[in-house]
């Protein structure tokens, strides 16, 4: 699905380059099946990201999703936090992103979400849409979370639920809505996120099950 390699473009850091494939973006975007509403408000986002200076939109992508931990695009980092299942879920999906064929920066977890939205592009419709599925609970929450700061960005996560035909976990739901605010200090974010990086240097073919929701977003 075209749509979402461009959704997932959308999400990533703003690089220099990003404003030469805006156009790319818009006509993909423009050309898919999401509502019109849904793509109305995806061409605000691009004509900000079009408009704004390219230093202005990195500190402001960096704000939200880089210095708060309640908008961090790891999706795991949700579900799990710092546990174990977070590491052996990244395995798995680190399994199914070779097992396909995609090719990624090693110091990039597999559960970022650009890095993610990229791979569902290049599945089969019915594939990607499950697998996105699964992550509907923690799309629902970050879109709430993005809207409430009036944040353009927020448009990406409406379209990725219009895409999603997956149901909300309400016990997960309800577990990432409780708690307030923490401080998005570049400190605070360093003792929060104090962790070993993970590593992916072994064969794990026999842990991917194409058939099951290896993603495990919608873990109880």
């Not at 791979?119 to 409430?148: I, Q, Y």
Request: glycine letters at 8%.
């Amino acid at each position: 699905m075209l749509v979402l390699r461009a959704l997932g473009r959308l999400l990533a850091y703003p690089e220099a380059d990003l404003k030469e494939t805006l156009p790319e973006i818009a006509a993909a975007i423009d050309g898919s099946c999401l509502s019109l509403p849904a793509i109305r408000a995806l061409d605000g986002l691009i004509g900000d990201l079009e408009t704004m200076d390219l230093l202005d939109l990195q500190e402001t992508y960096t704000g939200l999703f880089d210095r708060n931990r309640r908008l961090s695009l790891h999706l795991y980092e949700h579900v799990h936090g710092d546990g174990r299942e977070r590491g052996q879920a990244m395995v798995r999906l680190q399994t199914l992103y070779g097992l396909h064929g995609l090719e990624h920066d090693p110091r990039e977890l597999p559960d970022h979400l650009p890095l993610f939205l990229e791979f569902l592009s290049l599945l089969p419709e019915k594939a990607a849409r499950h697998m996105l599925g699964d992550a509907t609970t923690v799309l629902t929450v970050l879109r709430d979370r993005l809207a409430k700061r009036e944040s353009l960005y927020a448009a990406i996560f409406d379209a990725l639920l219009e895409v999603s035909p997956g149901r909300i976990d309400r016990e997960l739901l309800e577990r990432l809505s409780k708690g307030e605010e923490g401080d998005p200090s570049f400190e605070a974010l360093d003792a929060a996120w104090a962790e070993e990086a993970v590593t992916f240097n072994g064969q794990f073919a026999d842990q991917a099950q194409c058939g099951a929701p290896v993603s495990q977003l919608a873990a109880r």
